[in-house]
């Protein structure tokens, strides 16, 4: 395949635009060479535009490789040795996606067992738009992704919008008690929106839970458990507070990513705009492209779509250990994935899973990519080595 041509396909696969033609000539290219394997993994793994298309100049066997080594600052390290682990894992988990993604239904899936009976059938599941509002007196309202108006705030497409502060509604005094503390509360498998106020948009994630109030005053505070994507509205006399687990995040204008649920490790990644973070462990400055977690009470520098792609409808990871991803894919389906051997607590895998498609589609990846099988039972799906 002539250079250019292979750029091209390249650059359509990175924006989700190859036919299914195109696909099968990409995937020959990546499967006749090792070096294009090696190329093609990192390029994804790097997942940045402008670093991908810098890269891409660089397809000479040897040269390719040792020019990503140095991009990347880290030749062959253990994290890359482990991120295509089994069957070239990480290779694989691309080539298993793009397959998925472009194939459609075209294979079939015979993954999950029960009495050697194929259950895949069961587990055509995609996240939902679905929330549950806790107003103060702690009755609860369901919110669906139909049209609706409640006490005076707009649903619409899996978004809930308060009455803001500068609008008619706002300017009313609220009578009714039970509006002033609100909660709202994401089930597993769902994700949904919400427009505070002040104009804030968050957006939560698989189980997670939001309180906030109706109505700001002259402190903006919200409490935060699970994971959320926050695009703070700008006020410098009012400063945006996040709460999180153990953790504060203080805010004037800005976009930021924060993970925080019940007995795992707190992550919050600064896309834009300047923030405060303080820890048991002491207090953080971060700007953007900045990641802090409570594991290491460290910042770093990150690429912050690997931590923020779930709000665009991906998964990303990169060198995930298996028992994070399998965390991460429960929340997102609402089922039980667990491990039944803990040899395979060290795989780790990197790559793309795209909310949209059934988790039978996210299973068959991981079977591609590695020798685990997936078992059922009961409402468990367990892991295994094959």
């Not at 009714?176 to 709202?184: K, S, V």
Request: aromatic share 8%.
């Amino acid at each position: 395949m002539q250079k250019s041509k292979t750029e091209a396909l390249i650059q359509k696969y990175l924006s989700h635009q190859l036919n299914e033609q195109e696909f099968k000539e990409l995937k020959q290219w990546i499967e006749e060479d090792a070096s294009h394997r090696e190329v093609f993994v990192k390029l994804l793994s790097l997942r940045h535009v402008n670093n991908q298309l810098n890269l891409l100049q660089q397809f000479d066997k040897e040269a390719s490789w040792e020019a990503i080594q140095k991009r990347c600052k880290q030749p062959h390290s253990i994290r890359y040795r482990v991120a295509i682990y089994s069957s070239a894992a990480a290779i694989a988990v691309i080539i298993g996606i793009a397959s998925i993604l472009y194939l459609r239904h075209q294979e079939s899936s015979s993954l999950i067992t029960e009495n050697n009976i194929t259950k895949t059938e069961k587990y055509n599941i995609v996240p939902s738009s679905r929330a549950t509002l806790v107003l103060a007196d702690q009755s609860e309202i369901k919110l669906y992704s139909n049209h609706q108006e409640i006490n005076g705030s707009h649903i619409n497409n899996g978004e809930i919008i308060y009455p803001q502060e500068n609008s008619k509604e706002a300017d009313q005094p609220v009578l009714d008690t039970i509006l002033l503390q609100n909660q709202l509360k994401v089930p597993r498998g769902s994700e949904y929106s919400i427009v505070l106020s002040d104009g804030t948009k968050v957006k939560l994630n698989a189980d997670s839970h939001l309180d906030f109030p109706v109505q700001f005053t002259n402190i903006r505070e919200v409490t935060l458990q699970g994971e959320a994507f926050f695009d703070v509205i700008h006020d410098p006399q009012r400063p945006f507070i996040v709460k999180a687990n153990d953790h504060v995040v203080y805010v004037l204008g800005t976009t930021f990513n924060v993970t925080a649920y019940p007995g795992e490790d707190v992550s919050i990644t600064l896309v834009s705009g300047k923030i405060k973070v303080t820890s048991p462990t002491g207090e953080y400055t971060m700007t953007p492209n900045e990641h802090y977690s409570s594991q290491t009470s460290q910042i770093s520098q990150v690429d912050p779509e690997l931590y923020t792609s779930w709000t665009t409808g991906a998964m990303e990871f990169d060198a995930m250990p298996l028992p994070d991803l399998l965390a991460r894919l429960s929340r997102c389906y609402n089922v039980d994935l667990k491990l039944a051997s803990k040899e395979l607590e060290n795989m780790k895998f990197t790559g793309i899973i795209f909310r949209n498609k059934p988790l039978s589609f996210a299973l068959e990846i991981l079977h591609r990519v590695s020798d685990v099988k997936f078992e059922k039972d009961g409402e468990t799906i367990l892991v295994k080595k094959q």
